[in-house]
């Protein structure tokens, strides 16, 4: 219902606070733009022009180590093609990915699935990666009071529930998509009784229902959406495969015996995954990567508030969602 909401922060805080928020171009990624900017100077005859020169004309351009770190990336996802440094041509897949409205790297992820006959599972997981995590947390309205710990410890349960025995935070977000459309059709409270139980939020699943819909619509407008798309629905392991295509250079290398921790750009940076993730673990649960790799009793590496994940389980690679950093501590969140 309508009413009033005050913020308080102390007064020096609030001297510390900017007079007017940011523009967008200046806080958000930029790789969608880039490539929307290179699809633009490519129509304009000018296919070797960086984005960068493009994008100084804005009322506030963004720093030009930005646009270029954004062009690196999609240079990687091949997008772009050209020398290292260079502005990079379009290249065909860059132009499919353009005329999706997705990041980049969420628009590949499509492209693959729909190659690998699991475009309807890809479209579910997308749909709730666009928004917010669909999984309650201490913040959402309705939860009842709880610790930091103590939500991180519920959403990863609610995760392995609906993902086991593949451990995947992409999948628990396919399953519970399904189930949820599932529950919606039976009528009635199903559906919000089923995110009571699950830890979902009721309104983001609905988000989600909507917005894969109206990607099927745009990719079946543009002839980007196969006949046979989802021949292969429910194949986790082909699915896995869309995902880490698709969200790749997001990949990280869990070593044996590397203190639970996950090596990141090439083993420059080392993370945990986030406390919610299904891939984490708390002091009073089992071990996801115990359990599926078999090591029973392997020694654990715990954070301050006892999470983290197990030292000695099985080598393994990862595909995630995004690298979160806290002063000195780095996280991984949406790991399969």
């Known amino acids: 219902s309508p009413g009033v909401c005050v913020h308080l922060f102390s007064k020096r805080r609030a001297e510390l606070l900017d007079a007017h928020r940011p523009p967008e171009i200046l806080r958000s990624a930029l790789e969608e733009l880039c490539l929307h900017a290179k699809l633009l100077l490519t129509r304009r005859g000018e296919p070797e022009a960086s984005a960068a020169l493009y994008l100084r004309k804005a009322p ?47 628009a590949k992820i499509i492209v693959w699935a729909n190659l690998l006959g699991v475009g309807e599972d890809a479209l579910a997981v997308v749909g709730c990666l666009q928004y917010r995590d669909p999984f309650v947390s201490i913040g959402d309205a309705g939860v009842k009071p709880m610790s930091l710990s103590e939500a991180n410890r519920s959403v990863r349960s609610a995760k392995w529930a609906l993902c086991q025995p593949v451990c995947s935070d992409h999948l628990a977000l396919l399953r519970a998509a399904g189930r949820f459309e599932a529950a919606r059709a039976r009528g009635g409270d199903e559906a919000r009784r089923f995110c009571n139980e699950h830890s979902l939020s009721f309104h983001s699943m609905l988000t989600q229902q909507q917005t894969g819909s109206k990607l099927r619509r745009e990719l079946r407008g543009r002839d980007l959406w196969a006949p046979l798309a989802s021949r292969h629905a429910g194949d986790a392991a082909l699915l896995s495969a869309a995902l880490c295509a698709g969200l790749f250079p997001n990949v990280a290398f869990r070593p044996k015996g590397g203190k639970g921790k996950l090596q990141v750009n090439n083993g420059r940076l080392q993370a945990l995954p986030h406390p919610s993730s299904v891939v984490a673990f708390s002091g009073t649960s089992s071990d996801s990567w115990e359990a599926r790799g078999g090591h029973a009793g392997t020694s654990r590496h715990v954070d301050e508030d006892g999470e983290g994940c197990a030292e000695d389980a099985a080598d393994g690679w990862l595909c995630f969602n995004e690298l979160n950093q806290i002063e000195e501590n780095y996280s991984l969140s949406g790991l399969s």
């Open 60 to 106: 506030d351009p963004p720093e030009e180590h930005s646009v270029q770190s954004s062009e690196m990336l999609l240079r990687e996802i091949g997008a772009l093609a050209g020398t290292v440094g260079g502005p990079g041509q379009l290249t065909a897949l860059g132009v499919h990915l353009s005329v999706l409205p997705l990041h980049p790297q969420f």
